[in-house]
């Protein structure tokens, strides 16, 4: 089965820093790679996906994330954090019908 | 457009009582899927409807859960005789239909369910 790790549960910025979120997948077939965000009682909004053709991924609110097969890895970065970018993310990876998500990062941004 | 609508936004029930989260997918999305997020065992696939039918119910914890589809539509997400582990947040999602391509899955924000 596809499965994603995410390295570190907690990661924490100054504002105006660049976030950097870690992703590294498992799949024995070629992925379809997702990053989603979740605000505080909400529920999960997609930032952006990687299914073929284009290695670099441009989501919403800034958000981009690279597909590197050598490395099967598909970090999420954003060039300067804002306050508002604090919420958990989550990493996901198609399996079968469902998405296989990674545990989270949570992300801490401090003025 | 409307997105993905779930009801109730909270739950609280008593150990073994029955419960019933609605959910109402994004208009003409054909596929629809259950999914459990607690905090031991973070973002778990429950089920999958395809309109109506379920081709892919791995994921359900124990016969207690059940789910249907009526209308290609609207799905209800049962839990019988609830436990106080079956406490979480039941996320439902929709997409387009499945083809040979993954469509992306769009979430609605949860119901949260406790079990006392």
């Known amino acids: 089965a596809q499965s994603v790790t995410q390295l570190g549960s907690h990661v924490s910025v100054s504002e105006g820093a660049l976030v950097l979120l870690r992703c590294n997948y498992s799949s024995s077939v070629p992925p379809y790679l997702f990053w989603y965000v979740q605000y505080p009682n909400q529920g999960l909004q997609l930032l952006l996906k990687?299914?073929?053709?284009?290695?670099l991924v441009k989501g919403i609110n800034g958000f981009e994330a690279e597909f590197k097969k050598s490395e099967t890895s598909f970090h999420l970065t954003k060039p300067s954090a804002h306050m508002s970018d604090a919420a958990e993310y989550f990493c996901?990876?198609?399996?079968?019908?469902?998405?296989?998500f990674g545990k989270g990062t949570s992300l801490l941004v401090t003025p | 457009g409307a997105g993905v609508s779930q009801s109730p936004s909270n739950k609280v029930t008593e150990k073994g009582k029955d419960v019933e989260l609605r959910c109402d997918p994004i208009s003409g999305h054909t596929a629809l899927y259950w999914y459990r997020q607690s905090l031991g065992q973070g973002l778990e696939f429950l089920i999958y409807?395809?309109?109506?039918?379920?081709?892919?119910k791995s994921g359900l914890p124990s016969d207690r859960f059940s789910a249907e589809r009526t209308g290609g539509s609207v799905s209800t997400l049962t839990i019988q005789r609830t436990q106080q582990e079956d406490s979480a947040v039941y996320l439902c999602?929709?997409?387009?239909?499945?083809?040979?391509?993954?469509?992306?899955?769009?979430f609605g924000p949860g119901t949260r369910l406790l079990v006392l």
């Open positions: 990687y299914t073929t053709g284009a290695t």
């Open positions: 996901a990876i198609n399996s079968g019908y469902a998405l296989n």
């Open positions: 999602a929709s997409s387009l239909v499945r083809g040979l391509t993954v469509e992306t899955q769009y």
């Open positions: 409807f395809q309109g109506n039918s379920a081709p892919d």
